[in-house]
């Protein structure tokens, strides 16, 4: 995503997606800022916690507030998944901000196969939202296959982190957008 | 705790715990590895997964097959809480053994404000147990005050564990240690 | 830096340098391609090795060959300085590619104290330049006052570097910038 | 080592190695300090510089002073090298403390191709001392045969850490240990 793609997109999009590595590009943050589109705004991978928040600022501070916070995995020595889901994030983020936070467990583990306990966790601590990467045939998917849920797998995966929603107060709603 | 004290404490103790920074001392594990304890085995802050299983290894090899694993945080750039939990350990542990995984909130959070959040995640995840600090007067606590619940804190903490737990097919039974 | 300033840009000035946070901005780094400018190519503070010589393919495949890679520190758990320099990067960066591979202490330490130390060694490690920031008054400069070396500790260092140059079989060649 | 074999090695050794993975051994640590004997004191792969300084007063306070501090490299994200070298640690380390700083670039590096740059790195930064690995066939070392030196290369490093020595006013002296 780039600074001069953003008046196009604004015509068509629900909502930016402001990838990791675009988290301290803060041309684009001061861009995104003057529009009023939603900004799924993802945390960079070595970026603190502060310096999420404080990058948020340049968005927030152009009159958007339409942000919503995803915690999407940190880079450690640990490499036995692709990231490191940093789960304190997610009550951190609650209590230091109101913006709304989200999970993304595809991209925090890097494995579908762990995907679902994940998406669960994230609710367990308080995410408002989960996005998990779906895809018909993951074997032939040109990419993130690895960490991408069946039909089947995603069904499942509903109905646990719907349990474990309402186990914590919360309810859960569907949406969905098409890669 | 250190190889002479074994003798000793066989004696007493219910559960031998193997702090973070002995996870790799393989005289101690070995001398564990020769009782019949049961072990509560912390993975080290910079211990892989795969450098934790080989680790309990010593212990197993021993005889001694009462080893549970313990993920207690890993030691990342994130400083918003003293440790960062890997919760992405927790299907990873039981994908790769049979052996009970347990989440210590207490340590991996070091903060008591964020304790229950991360109790739910844990378990949410697949943890089999959940362990955690409770002080009847944490502000004056000899050590570890910051982390620790109080009894009301704790009890209301019990409450939420219990019913994520049973979202996700599991049940809640309690056991203490005197500190 | 940005892709819609490079036109104006590239009539001005001798080198782009491209930020650590701007490592993975694709779109920049294809703009940056297209031009004959030289690039002071900064590692990303959580960016491997390897990801910063796949990222600089970006830049020398659209035929802009003049890339200078730059170590600046990487992001780990210890604080004591701001980052930490590297220094394992210089003989491996000069094993793997060609292209000129500078140290910048200033970045990599955070302190002033620390940068000459980190000069000399950068060279004797085998890196080709060095960068650093010098300031008439550091005390008092708009940013990275911290790390900014007087002038008389500019002149003392160039001294001690120039002598393990030469312990090396290299040569030093002085150039400076305006900030 | 154990508690238990410092009486027997002590009669014999000259100087006792406190390995990365025992730094934080306090009950070892207690022991080495009632002794007279010199110890290579080396950082945990996971301890910051502070953390080092504080585990080395259980063995000063015991009245041994003759402690020697060695980096030998820390876990970070980075994969190219098996450890990433610290060598901010070495100027940080002069500045804290009046104790010897040793750099280990076979361990820091795990690699024979990369430890004589780190070598003359450490000691272009302020390292008072270096100890490497070396074998007489390293392809068939029982251990640690990738990061050891043959007695050829060794003789071309001391060489060229010689000159890096004496070109920050330091003169190199020879001591060697048999594995």
Redesign the interface.
């Known amino acids: 995503m ?3 793609q953003i008046p196009m997109m604004e015509k068509y999009v629900d909502v930016f997606q402001l990838g990791a ?2 988290m ?2 803060f ?1 684009l943050l001061r861009a995104i800022g003057e529009t009023r589109t939603p900004v799924l705004f993802k945390r ?3 970026a ?3 310096e999420m928040l404080m990058a948020s600022e340049y968005i927030l501070s152009g009159g958007n507030t339409r942000v919503m916070l995803c915690e999407r995995g ?8 692709r990231n ?9 983020l609650k ?1 230091l901000t109101h913006l709304p936070v989200i999970i993304d467990p595809s991209h ?2 890097g494995d579908s ?2 995907v679902s ?2 998406a ?7 995410a408002d939202s989960v996005i998990v990467e779906v895809h018909n045939d993951p074997a032939n998917a040109i990419s993130d296959g690895k960490q991408s849920l069946t039909l089947e797998a995603f069904a499942k995966m509903v109905k ?1 982190v719907r ?2 929603a ?3 107060d919360r309810r859960l709603v569907l949406q969905h957008e098409r890669a």
């Open positions: 780039a600074v001069s590595r675009n301290q590009n041309n960079g991978m070595a603190t916690i502060e940190i880079r450690t020595f640990e490499t036995a998944t490191t889901t940093d789960i304190n994030a997610i009550p951190v209590k925090s583990t196969g762990y306990a994940i669960k966790a994230g609710v367990a601590a308080g646990q349990a474990v309402e186990a914590v």
